[in-house]
């Protein structure tokens, strides 16, 4: 177990409706990133959030956004859902050290919500 | 742009014996990070090994450990004694800062006892 836990697990919606996924990360660590694995393929990076603020976004629209909490638990919104929103979202945790050069966290994760869109 | 390749769909392996996952990546970068992780049925991604790219000798945790060939860009996972329990999708991953994972898309272990 990493300590990150997910909620809900899994999510059934409908096109063209708003989700809320949530994460909480694992004790010590300050950095949330998430990641979306459709069926039978690797994860794909959405965003990360260190210190309450977006520190990177792949290659995903708008209607994709996120937030991060002081107790750096996070949430990850999806407005206007489209069939290919269809997949299981990955939530990982990890601590960055500033000042140390480079990120020397490992992300470790929670163990998904599966989101399907009807 | 970073790729991260996986070339084998599905490898399965006698229990106990020793199976050899491929994974080449593309990068321009020097420095980086390499992880093998694995995804049982319970979804959940659990980190296998890790590789830095300045490090020259090959990363080991107990029965798992890589060939990191950096010149070739390859990072392959050697599995021994091969358990039940070692059943699942192996992924590739790269990261250039250690925050944006880069994965392959996967290889399914099957384990025959």
């Known amino acids: 177990e990493t300590g990150v836990t997910q909620s809900p697990t899994h999510l059934i919606k409908t096109r063209g409706q708003q989700v809320t996924l949530r994460c909480s990360s694992q004790?010590?660590?300050?950095?949330v990133s998430w990641y979306q694995q459709a069926l039978g393929q690797g994860p794909q990076f959405i965003f990360q959030y260190y210190r309450e603020e977006e520190n990177g976004r792949g290659n995903f629209p708008p209607r994709f956004s996120g937030l991060q909490f002081p107790n750096y638990s996070s949430e990850l919104n999806v407005n206007a859902l489209e069939l290919d929103d269809s997949a299981l979202y990955l939530c990982?945790?990890?601590?960055?050290?500033f000042g140390q050069g480079h990120w020397k966290n490992i992300q470790y994760f929670g163990a998904g919500t599966r989101l399907s869109v009807l | 742009a970073q790729t991260v390749t996986q070339s084998q769909p599905e490898m399965s392996v006698q229990e106990a014996e020793t199976v050899t996952l491929s994974c080449t990546y593309d990068?321009?970068?020097?420095?980086?990070?390499l992880f093998w992780y694995k995804q049982p049925p319970s979804r959940q991604m659990i980190l296998v090994i890790r590789?830095?790219?300045?490090k020259q000798q090959n990363a080991t945790e107990n029965r798992f450990s890589v060939n990191f060939q950096k010149a070739a860009k390859s990072f392959s996972l050697k599995i021994s004694d091969s358990q039940l329990g070692d059943a699942a999708m192996y992924f590739c991953?790269?990261?250039?800062?250690?925050?944006?994972?880069?994965w392959g898309a996967g290889t399914k272990l099957i384990i025959k006892p």
């Open positions: 991953a790269y990261t250039r800062s250690n925050y944006q994972l880069i």
């Open positions: 990068t321009s970068e020097s420095d980086y990070y």
């Open positions: 990982a945790s990890s601590l960055f050290r």
């Open positions: 004790s010590g660590h300050n950095t």
């Open positions: 590789q830095e790219a300045y």
